[in-house]
């Protein structure tokens, strides 16, 4: 059995994730000891493992919670579900840096445009650029 502390070492995050875990329904100790300690098994810490993964990957606490759910009732769920969820993660993500590519491209753009000398910034190109779009 861990202690909060304990198991928030091992799984390298402090023990106030694990409280933002249990607050938000993602994950709850299996058992308290007489004091009021929460106490953890292997099992939470597989469980917390998993949570810890799919966030690293990028999903929302919504959509690991899904992902939990999915992962309690295996049998319910087909593969598709599971690859679909991963898919649309995977589009979201790949929408994303499209966006930011696009704005390093522009903010490029504003860069290359200025003469970046040590002159007065009256007649900054980048100023006039956002001013006037």
């Given at each position: 059995m861990y202690r909060?502390?304990?198991l928030?070492?091992?799984c390298k995050v402090t023990a106030d994730t694990l409280r933002f875990y249990e607050k938000n329904g993602l994950f709850s100790p299996s058992s308290r000891s007489d004091k009021?300690?929460?106490?953890?098994?292997?099992e939470d810490a597989r469980h917390l493992k998993f949570i810890l993964r799919a966030k690293a990957m990028g999903f929302s606490l919504?959509?690991?919670?899904?992902?939990?759910?999915?992962e309690a009732s295996r049998s319910d769920w087909?593969?598709?579900?599971?690859?679909?969820?991963?898919e649309a993660k995977a589009?979201?993500?790949q929408r994303k840096i499209d966006e930011m590519t696009r704005l390093r491209d522009s903010l490029q753009e504003l860069a290359d445009a200025c003469c970046g000398g040590p002159e007065s910034a009256i007649h900054c190109s980048i100023l006039d650029t956002l001013e006037t779009k």
């Open positions: 909060i502390g304990e928030a070492t091992a009021g300690y929460r106490l953890y098994t292997e919504t959509e690991i919670r899904e992902l939990l759910n999915i087909a593969c598709a579900d599971v690859k679909g969820m991963v589009a979201e993500l």
